[in-house]
């Protein structure tokens, strides 16, 4: 069991459409709520996140990203 239950409240959070991931435009939306984020640093930490590379950040992924 990972994460707790502030953890899936953030992810449910980012993943605005509800479908369980995050995309990369998801992540994109909620870092630039922080201007100071660009689109490569969002990028960036989209692609750090999601480590089996498939274009969706799981609530897996995202606990380890965050922890
Ligand atoms: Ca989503
Ligand atoms: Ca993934």
Redesign the pocket.
Known sequence: MSGNASTRAQFDAI?????????AG?LKTFLQENPKVSDANAKQAFDFADENSDNQISYEEFAKFVR
């Open positions: 993943d605005t459409d509800g479908d369980g991931f995050i995309s998801e």
